[in-house]
């Protein structure tokens, strides 16, 4: 009957174990899906709204850059005047520069299939000047819907701006017939006094179903996004017909519009909607991505019933495997119950059960054999142990002297830690063998010399670090951190006896109680930390500094000095600056650990912002593979920082002095080319090609070595020239100007007043 009690007991047992947790892991999945599948469904929406919005912003960027590049010809600044239509008609030069300005505007519309057209308006003037029309006078251009807008936005700081979605009439055929309807969303940019002196504005018209299609350009039968403005207008939506209506009392926008969080999701019940939202930094945009729900829900239910399905399967097929594993467990155990049974010297009691008889055999035999071969085999292991759990605070009764070979007989305890120098080196030079081995004989002298007196003990700590736990008497308490200073000493010298490696010491503070071992050896890891303070072979007793008030402290000065060096190119002073400011850093007092690590820290990362901010390629100077804050972290001592940042800060001046000569040469071949072309029209880009610089970089050069404008440097050259004219000889202001290279007498005469605040014949005049 027992034996058969047995049989079911374990029949009964797997069974539990296979379909409880089946059970559980089915409840859980099916609460989780339930719980968290709108949510994460609802993130991965937002992130389709974010990349939508950014694809947007990217839109924008791309058309303000195109805008601020068009800003910065001369033939927009030729257009500063022209504000009346019939003087445009009048003039040659208005209509060459409207010309030229028109061919512009047009390779900007057909720059992109997204663009339905674009148009530039000058502040106050009476036409607009567009890439489909040409330029048409405001009384007679029906395409004004957006100058309302841009009149309240005129008035603020200069930028972009959207307007919503409009519909215009004009498609890209230059024919001047109206063509079909066409709802655009308008995106203006208005010029800036840093890039031209016109006022004014450029309008993009971006056809409305290319922003469609490209925020919905992953789309599903599940859901779509919408855009709306913060008044509630729609921009973009998959239905034409809703495009520009106000959806603002409908209950979910309100509620988006009052949500303090940029992004989020709801549920609109009556429409069975999951409306996920993202609100817009870039613009007054809100965009909702917007899913039936029943689809998504459906996906889930149909995923929690083929969860109970497979659930169900794994019960069935568990009861079976554990009615064949019963069998096939309980075989060999009732053959080993009853050679037990048959046993002499095991305690067993006729009414014992099965289980029992098994336990109690089990622990008769093999409890005095593996308590023998533990203390045999593994002593030294049991020693590490055991002094590891003193170090974490653990202490271990059963683990005795008889284990361990550890005997702490009195009271007071102290921890110190040595360091191998210049550890990167000692793992470098010396093979794996030879590096335990050299480990092993530091600990093993270590303990030697310290228990004569006292006791000692101890164990290899993360590779690098040898931990002692050392023991006193309290006789020995007065003079206990002179006699460690000598000790380590001695240790010191019969280290250097096996490598050229030197170490370190940090000791901790000492403790009445075996309890107080794990303070102390934290307060000697603390204590080692002043290595890089007091340098190689240093042996470094713990301070308590606690109740010091350290202010943190920057050296700007050094740092100003370093930059100032490297900015004039004299890297011979880098040596006594970096001496000075590590040699400043040991002689305080004041500077603790921490703050050392930060001052170099912070100017690391300071030098890296002045390189960015200088324009310099960090991957020429140090290479693609550098990790200069890895680099400063290895460094053990102050003296090895010092050295690294010299090296480090003489790389980038060498740079900085190459980066020099080469911008000055280009900068001289840019001057030559001016000075022999400036009386006539110069072209920007033929200087740099000359010089042998792109344009972007050209000016930069300009802006460095000349401190102003290319455009205005050739400027002065003919204004000063005229100016040198106008006083030494009879020409006539026409014939100045053809000598100078203007296209006509009246450029001349603007752009001398524009410089001088007077014309050339008041000059002439007053100067004579």
């Given at each position: 009957m027992k034996n058969k009690s047995l049989f079911f007991k374990l029949f009964f047992l797997l069974i539990i174990f296979i379909?409880?947790?089946?059970?559980?892991?089915?409840?859980?999945?099916?609460?989780?899906?339930?719980?968290?599948?709108?949510?994460?469904?609802?993130?991965?929406?937002?992130?389709?709204?974010?990349?939508?919005?950014?694809?947007?912003?990217?839109?924008?960027?791309?058309?303000?850059?195109?805008?601020?590049?068009?800003?910065?010809?001369i033939s927009v600044n030729d257009l500063n005047n022209l504000n009346s239509y019939s003087d445009v008609l009048n003039s040659s030069d208005g209509i060459m520069s409207l010309y030229d300005v028109q061919t512009q505007l047009i390779d900007l519309a057909s720059s992109s299939t997204s663009l339905h057209s674009v148009y530039l308006y000058i502040d106050d003037s009476d036409f607009v000047l567009t890439s489909n029309q040409g330029a048409r006078s405001l009384d007679q251009f029906p395409d004004t819907g957006w100058m309302g807008s841009y009149e309240k936005f005129r008035n603020n700081l200069p930028g972009s701006n959207w307007i919503p979605t409009r519909t215009v009439r004009y498609s890209k055929d230059s024919s001047g017939e109206l063509g079909p309807l066409n709802k655009v969303i308008t995106f203006f940019y208005t010029f800036t006094p840093y890039t031209t002196s016109v006022r004014g504005v450029l309008v993009f018209n971006i056809y409305e179903p290319s922003l469609r299609k490209m925020v919905n350009d992953d789309s599903s039968n599940a859901g779509y996004i919408e855009i709306i403005n913060i008044?509630?207008?729609?921009?973009?939506d998959?239905?034409?017909?809703?495009?520009?209506?106000?959806?603002?009392?409908?209950?979910y926008v309100r509620q988006i519009k009052n949500a303090d969080p940029k992004e989020g999701y709801l549920f609109d019940k009556s429409k069975g909607l999951l409306i996920t939202y993202y609100k817009s930094d870039y613009n007054d945009w809100i965009y909702l991505g917007l899913f039936k729900s029943e689809e998504l829900l459906s996906k889930i239910n149909s995923l929690r019933f083929y969860t109970v399905i497979i659930c169900f399967s794994l019960i069935i097929a568990g009861i079976l495997i554990s009615y064949f594993a019963t069998i096939k467990i309980y075989s060999p155990l009732k053959n080993l119950l009853y050679d037990i049974r048959q046993k002499k010297g095991i305690d067993i009691k006729s009414n014992d059960s099965e289980m029992s008889i098994l336990s109690n055999a089990y622990d008769n035999l093999l409890r005095d054999r593996d308590r023998l071969s533990f203390i045999v085999e593994h002593k030294e292991s049991n020693k590490n142990v055991y002094l590891l759990n003193l170090l974490k605070g653990k202490k271990e009764e059963y683990l005795d002297k008889e284990l361990t070979g550890v005997d702490f007989s009195y009271r007071n305890f102290v921890c110190a830690v040595i360091l191998i120098d210049r550890y990167s080196e000692f793992t470098t030079v010396y093979s794996k063998e030879q590096q335990e081995f050299m480990r092993m004989f530091i600990l093993k002298i270590s303990e030697q010399l310290l228990n004569i007196g006292l006791q000692c003990a101890g164990t290899v700590y993360e590779k690098n670090k040898i931990v002692l736990i050392i023991n006193f008497d309290d006789d020995l308490q007065k003079d206990i951190g002179s006699t460690l200073d000598e000790i380590f000493v001695k240790i010191q010298n019969e280290a250097g006896k096996i490598t050229d490696n030197t170490i370190s010491v940090g000791i901790g503070n000492f403790q009445d109680s075996a309890e107080g071992i794990s303070e102390s050896f934290i307060k000697a890891l603390e204590a080692s930390r002043n290595r890089l303070i007091n340098g190689y072979g240093s042996i470094n007793l713990w301070e308590d500094t606690s109740s010091e008030n350290y202010s943190y402290y920057y050296p700007f000065t050094y740092e100003k000095h370093i930059f100032n060096i490297l900015n004039a190119g004299v890297k011979e002073k880098l040596?006594?600056?970096?001496?000075?400011?590590?040699?400043?850093?040991?002689?305080?007092?004041?500077?603790?650990?921490?703050?050392?690590?930060?001052?170099f820290n912070q100017l690391i990362g300071?030098?890296?912002?002045?390189?960015?901010?200088?324009?310099?390629?960090?991957?020429?100077?140090?290479?693609?593979?550098?990790?200069?804050?890895?680099m400063l972290s290895s460094k053990e001592t102050l003296d090895d920082i010092k050295v690294w940042l010299v090296d480090i800060y003489t790389m980038i001046s060498e740079y900085l002095d190459r980066e020099r000569d080469r911008s000055k040469s280009h900068f001289e071949r840019a001057l030559e080319y001016i000075q022999k072309n400036y009386r006539k029209e110069v072209d920007i880009s033929s200087v740099?090609?000359?010089?042998?610089?792109?344009?972007?970089?050209?000016?930069?050069?300009?802006?460095?070595?000349?401190?102003?404008?290319?455009?205005?440097?050739?400027?002065?050259?003919?204004?000063?020239?005229?100016?040198?004219?106008?006083?030494?000889?009879?020409?006539?202001?026409?014939?100045?100007?053809?000598e100078l290279g203007y296209n006509s007498d009246q450029s001349y005469v603007r752009f001398f007043k524009k410089y001088e605040g007077i014309t050339p014949g008041e000059f002439r005049t007053s100067s004579r």
């Open positions: 379909t409880v947790p089946v059970l559980i892991i089915a409840s859980i999945i099916s609460y989780q899906m339930t719980k968290y599948s709108v949510d994460v469904i609802s993130k991965s929406a937002v992130s389709k709204l974010k990349s939508a919005d950014k694809l947007t912003g990217l839109t924008a960027d791309n058309l303000s850059q195109r805008a601020l590049e068009m800003t910065k010809g008044n509630g207008d729609i921009i973009s998959i239905d034409d017909d809703m495009i520009g209506k106000n959806i603002s009392d409908m209950p040596n006594d600056v970096i001496t000075d400011l590590v040699q400043e850093i040991k002689n305080s007092n004041e500077i603790h650990y921490d703050n050392i690590i930060q001052i300071n030098t890296i912002k002045y390189l960015l901010d200088t324009h310099c390629n960090i991957s020429i100077i140090f290479g693609d593979n550098y990790n200069i804050y890895n740099a090609k000359y010089a042998g610089v792109s344009y972007s970089h050209l000016r930069k050069i300009f802006r460095d070595e000349a401190s102003e404008n290319i455009v205005n440097y050739i400027n002065g050259l003919r204004i000063n020239e005229s100016k040198r004219l106008l006083l030494v000889t009879n020409l006539t202001i026409k014939e100045i100007s053809e």
